[in-house]
């Protein structure tokens, strides 16, 4: 199967958003925030059967994080 990613990325100042298939949804006021609900998502994906990888933007860039 294929590999799955999502990606933590900073909205314009604004906020964060999660990156997916090319397409930015949500707006959370926190990284963390946005992270958490990337997770279910993900870990839907595992159950299917895909690798995941989700990265979180941080002060040097994207950052793997799971």
């Known amino acids: ?3 799955v ?3 933590i990325v900073r909205m314009n100042g604004s906020g964060w958003a999660i990156r997916h298939d090319g397409k930015l949804t ?3 006021a926190t990284k963390a925030a ?3 609900a990337a997770v279910a998502p993900a870990s ?3 159950k299917e059967g ?3 990888t ?3 933007e941080g002060s040097e860039g994207l950052q793997p994080m799971l």
């Open 44 to 46: 839907d994906a595992v």
């Open 54 to 56: 989700i990265s979180v």
């Open 50 to 52: 895909h690798a995941v």
């Open 34 to 36: 946005a992270f958490e």
């Open 5 to 7: 990613y999502y990606s």
């Open 26 to 28: 949500g707006r959370y």
């Open 1 to 3: 199967m294929e590999r």
